[in-house]
């Protein structure tokens, strides 16, 4: 699957704002926090936002402050596993990563449900 990196992404070196802004911009609920060589440095959610801004962290927080380096993530497109990560742990956006760690597809709650209704028709 193609995709555009930028919908999911946010480097490292932005700030909370800038997370927040990609996640508003799709409907995964999180964003995907990239290093400089495209390496996935970890996830930031929905909840996770709430949660500084309750905290009182600013918005314009670094995110290399913020970003927990703890984040599920697949090494291939494996929808059955991915559903039951998204379905077990309630995420909504599974980085696929090479053996260096650097993004190379992400797999979306709509991939996982797209592939459950053509495996059903």
């Known amino acids: 699957m193609a995709f555009d990196f930028q919908l999911y992404c946010v480097s490292i070196d932005k700030t909370l704002y800038d997370a927040i802004e990609v996640i508003n911009a799709d409907l995964s609920r999180c964003a995907i926090v990239v290093g400089p060589r495209n390496n996935v440095v970890g996830v930031i959610s929905e909840g996770d936002v709430m949660r500084f801004l309750l905290e009182g962290i600013s918005l314009q927080a670094p995110l290399s402050r913020l970003v927990d380096p703890s984040f599920i993530s697949l ?9 039951i990560l998204i379905k077990r742990l309630g995420i909504s956006l599974i980085p696929i990563v090479d053996t260096n760690g650097c993004l190379t597809d ?7 449900l797209e592939s459950m209704q053509l495996r059903s028709e």
């Open 75 to 83: 090494s291939n497109r494996d929808l059955d596993q991915a559903f």
């Open 106 to 112: 992400i797999i979306s709650l709509a991939d996982v």
